[in-house]
């Protein structure tokens, strides 16, 4: 009996180790696919939808988990944030609150989905994930360019939220993607776990 209770935690423990670190490799996938495009000082990636996709797939604990993770080793150094970039300066980028959103995001989101289990459930969740990242990124990026960073000629609270606009129609397209795509893999997902002997 014991011998089974242990290999089925041993067994999920593996199992969630792999998601963390799946999803680690697709945020740091998602940060450079695009991140070439900048509008004002903000690269536009599909970091977002990832995350949003953390928190539907592999709920509120183990998404915030797979994002700390992914949050770690940028800071430890490896170059996985947008522009290949890393390393413990990254802490003081204006951008790195959008990072640290992440966290929350799919915190947020896995909650959502457990007490919204239906498509629209899903989409609201994926909106309310959204306007998290935008909410934190965007005001960590505001203070940041105040207080420690160099800001633009100009800059305002204002304009660091009219830099978010020019993404935010993209931003909205995905997370209304994210819910629904999300809605469809989730059972077939599971029902692949069960069927492989996890648990």
Do not use: C
């Not at 990026?141 to 009219?162: H, Q, R, V």
């Amino acid at each position: 009996m014991t011998t089974t209770i242990e290999k089925t935690t041993n067994r999920s423990r593996t199992l969630q180790m792999v998601q963390i670190s799946m999803f680690s490799i697709l945020m740091m996938i998602g940060a450079n696919i695009s991140s070439f495009l900048i509008i004002g000082g903000v690269p536009i990636t599909l970091q977002t939808f990832f995350a949003l996709l953390a928190g539907i797939l592999l709920g509120s604990r183990t998404g915030a988990i797979a994002m700390l993770f992914y949050a770690f080793i940028g800071l430890v150094g490896l170059p996985v944030f947008a522009k290949f970039s890393g390393g413990i300066d990254s802490l003081i980028s204006p951008t790195f609150g959008f990072i640290v959103s992440y966290i929350f995001v799919a915190y947020a989101v896995g909650e959502i989905v457990r007490k919204l289990p239906s498509v629209k459930g899903f989409v609201i969740a994926a909106l309310v994930g959204t306007a998290i990242n935008y909410l934190i990124g965007t005001n960590w990026m505001y203070a940041a360019y105040k207080f420690w960073f160099e800001a633009p000629a100009g800059f305002t609270y204002k304009m660091a939220w009219a830099w978010m606009v020019v993404p935010l129609p993209k931003d909205i397209i995905l997370a209304v993607f994210a819910g629904i795509f999300g809605y469809r893999l989730k059972p077939i997902l599971f029902k692949s776990v069960k069927s492989n002997g996890w648990r």
